[in-house]
T-cell receptor
Framework: DGGITQSPKYLFRKEGQNVTLSCEQNLNHDAMYWYRQDPGQGLRLIYYSQIVNDFQKGDIAEGYSVSREKKESFPLTVTSAQKNPTAFYLC?????????????????FGAGSRLTVL | AQSVTQLGSHVSVSEGALVLLRCNYSSSVPPYLFWYVQYPNQGLQLLLKYTTGATLVKGINGFEAEFKKSETSFHLTKPSAHMSDAAEYFCAVSDLGIVQGAQKLVFGQGTRLTINP
C-alpha cells in the first residue's frame, strides 16, 4: 500500500542534542512538507520541498534543517538551536499542482513523530 | 495572507445529535478549503475539500460542509453524531493562487469533538 512512513514514532532527546526525524513516501509525490503541531495552535509549516534538491522555509523554520536528496525522502533535523522542540511533527506529501487553477492537490499525512526534550 | 479561525476549541454533543464545527477564513484569492480529522497520536485524514463548483461538499463518514463566500465560512456538519466521530478536526485554506508548485496549507487551531453517550 502506498503511504508515508515516519520514524521514530516517539523520541526523547536531551537538551543540546540534534535529532533527525525520518519521512519516506512511496506515493511518487513530488512535493513534501513538514508541519509542527502544538496543542491549541493547529499545524504550522516548517519546511516544504517542491522537487528533489529544492526546499523552502515555511513559517517557523528557525532551528530546523532539511534535505531532499531523493524524491522519496525528506528528513527533518531538529537542531539544538530550536528553543522549544518538544512537539508532534507531521510529514506530508502531495503531487505538484499544475499551472492554473486545475484543482487542489490533497496532502497525505504520515502518522507523526512525537519528540520530547528532557 | 490566508488565515483560518475555528470557533470553539472544544465541542461536545450527544450521540445522535447534530454536529456543527465552525470555520471562517480570510483569503485574497478564491480559496481552496479543506477539513481534516485527526485521531489521537495519528496523522491527519482528509474529510472533504472545496475547490470550485457546488458549494455544498460531501465527504467521508457522513460529513458535509458548505462554502459561503459572503460569510467567508466553511462550516462542517453531520446530522447525527456517532461515538467514533470523537477526534480533533482541522479546517485549512490553501496558500497559493495560480502559482505552480507545492500545495501549502494554512490550518486553523483545531476543534476537539467529544461525543457523549
Amino acid at each position: 500500500d502506498g503511504g508515508i512512513t515516519q520514524s521514530p514514532k516517539y523520541l526523547f532527546r536531551k537538551e543540546g542534542q540534534n535529532v533527525t526525524l525520518s519521512c519516506e513516501q512511496n506515493l511518487n509525490h513530488d512535493a513534501m512538507y513538514w508541519y509542527r503541531q502544538d496543542p491549541g495552535q493547529g499545524l504550522r509549516l516548517i519546511y516544504y520541498s517542491q522537487i528533489v534538491n529544492d526546499f523552502q522555509k515555511g513559517d517557523i523554520a528557525e532551528g530546523y534543517s532539511v534535505s531532499r536528496e531523493k524524491k522519496e525522502s525528506f528528513p527533518l533535523t531538529v537542531t539544538s538551536a530550536q528553543k522549544n522542540p518538544t512537539a508532534f511533527y507531521l510529514c506530508a506529501s502531495s503531487i505538484r499542482r499544475g499551472r492554473g487553477r486545475t484543482g487542489a492537490n490533497v496532502l497525505t499525512f504520515g502518522a507523526g513523530s512525537r519528540l520530547t526534550v528532557l | 495572507a490566508q488565515s483560518v479561525t475555528q470557533l470553539g476549541s472544544h465541542v461536545s454533543v450527544s450521540e445522535g445529535a447534530l454536529v456543527l464545527l465552525r470555520c471562517n477564513y480570510s483569503s485574497s484569492v478564491p480559496p481552496y478549503l479543506f477539513w481534516y480529522v485527526q485521531y489521537p497520536n495519528q496523522g491527519l485524514q482528509l474529510l472533504l475539500k472545496y475547490t470550485t463548483g457546488a458549494t455544498l461538499v460531501k465527504g467521508i463518514n457522513g460529513f458535509e460542509a458548505e462554502f459561503k463566500k459572503s460569510e467567508t465560512s466553511f462550516h462542517l456538519t453531520k446530522p447525527s453524531a456517532h461515538m467514533s466521530d470523537a477526534a480533533e478536526y482541522f479546517c485549512a485554506v490553501s496558500d497559493l493562487g495560480i502559482v505552480q508548485g507545492a500545495q501549502k496549507l494554512v490550518f486553523g487551531q483545531g476543534t476537539r469533538l467529544t461525543i457523549n453517550p
